[in-house]
Every structure is written in structure tokens, then in C-alpha cells.
């Protein structure tokens, strides 16, 4: 048997005598998937192979998303996922909201950019929330994207490095979408080109030494 379809995190693959193989786990006779990608059956082996380049939602990540619509109830907001994040009215309102007495869009309209955290991912629509410390939307700042893969290469030292050497402010999400935020061109253009940089580069242990030598030498 050789099977391939379409599935998301918590996806039901396939029940049966089958063995659990990448991106696979088994609960109880059921094999089900804990990555997006498809799915493959081969004998009694199951497997998923992720796509790349989009973002699965994680309870508490940290995110940057963008307005795309919404309802009386919500807003759906796009986290560079396969899903979208779903804000809702109550949220921001409060227990109290009354669809007939709050607007929604004088809160948070269609294109604005918020940081928000991931707070339940039980549905195939994760609910994020902006309740939190400098959670909300944001008002300024350059849109940076990269690989969500490429996120943790991101690490507290290299933000630093880059934040040194530009007098940049970065906010990075788990996303792969990145604040900058700069008083003067020439630090925005080279925090720009160091991410960038990340984003490109194959796995480098020197990647920090880099960075700071390309900083070092543009400055």
C-alpha cells in the first residue's frame, strides 16, 4: 500500500497494524501526523514529509501577523501558515463585547500588523491572542520575511550583534516574519541585509563570526 494525501498537525492518517516513522506519532491504533506536508504509506511504514517555507502554529509562540478581514465575532489574521489565525472580538473587548455596540474595525482594520501569541491550536484555525506585555498592533517598523525554519538561527547573541552594530530594534516572530525598526537609512539598510543574509544561508556554524565581519565591515 502506498498512500499519499494532503495532511496538518493532528491529522488521522491511516488506523491499523502500522509503524509511526518522521512526523508521525501513534495514539492508540491511530497514526497521525504532528507536521503540514503529505503523508506517505509504504508496507507498515508511515511517514510525513513537511513543506517548507510556511509556519505551523505552536501553543505560546511568539508571532508577527497581518490583518486580512473580518467578521461580528473575529478577525482573520495571516501568520504565514497553511491556517489562519483567528483573533477574536472578545479579545480586545472584553467579556462584555456586543456585536451590536462595538465596531471591530475601529480596533484593528484590514492590512494592519500585529505581534500576538499563539493561544490554543485545538482547531485547525489557531485562536492567537494580543493580551500581553508589548502585544498588540504595531504601528511602525520594516516587514522582513524569512524561512520559519531559518527562525532559530536567530538567537539571542545574534540579535544582539546585529541590534550593536545598527541601532536597530528587531522583534522577531516564530513566523518567520520580522520587525525593524531604525532612526537612520544606513542601520536599516544593514540590519535588512543581515537578516537576509540568515534567511539565505545553508546551516553555518560561523554564521555569528559572518555577521559580524559583513557589520564590521560595512560600517
Not at 502554529?57 to 467578521?71: C, E, F
Not at 538561527?153 to 550583534?161: C, D, N, W
Request: net charge negative; glycine share 8%; proline share 4%.
Amino acid at each position: 500500500m502506498n498512500e499519499n494525501q494532503f495532511v496538518l498537525p493532528g491529522d488521522v492518517i491511516v488506523t491499523g497494524d502500522y509503524r509511526p516513522e518522521q512526523n508521525v506519532i501513534l495514539e492508540g491504533n491511530r497514526l497521525m501526523s504532528t507536521a503540514t506536508g503529505f503523508s506517505e504509506i509504504k508496507d507498515d511504514l508511515v511517514t510525513v514529509t513537511p513543506l517548507t517555507g510556511l509556519y505551523t502554529p505552536k501553543t505560546d509562540d511568539l508571532i508577527i501577523g497581518k490583518i486580512v478581514s473580518h467578521n461580528a465575532l473575529s478577525w482573520q489574521v495571516d501568520i504565514n501558515s497553511y491556517y489562519s489565525g483567528i483573533l477574536t472580538a472578545s479579545d480586545i473587548f472584553g467579556k462584555d463585547y456586543s456585536p451590536s455596540r462595538d465596531d471591530l474595525s475601529l480596533k484593528l482594520k484590514t492590512g494592519d500588523i500585529i505581534l500576538a501569541r499563539i493561544a490554543n491550536v485545538n482547531s485547525r484555525d489557531p485562536l492567537i491572542t494580543i493580551t500581553g506585555e508589548n502585544l498588540g498592533k504595531i504601528d511602525s517598523g520594516e516587514l522582513i520575511k524569512i524561512s520559519p525554519t531559518k527562525i532559530p538561527r536567530l538567537t539571542g547573541s545574534v540579535i544582539q550583534t546585529i541590534e550593536a552594530s545598527t541601532n536597530a530594534t528587531i522583534t522577531v516572530g516564530q513566523n518567520g516574519l520580522i520587525i525593524l525598526k531604525c532612526d537612520n537609512s544606513t542601520g536599516l539598510k544593514k540590519s535588512i541585509a543581515s537578516i537576509k543574509m540568515i534567511g539565505m544561508a545553508q546551516y553555518d556554524a560561523n554564521l555569528e563570526e559572518k555577521i559580524q565581519r559583513f557589520l564590521d565591515e560595512n560600517n
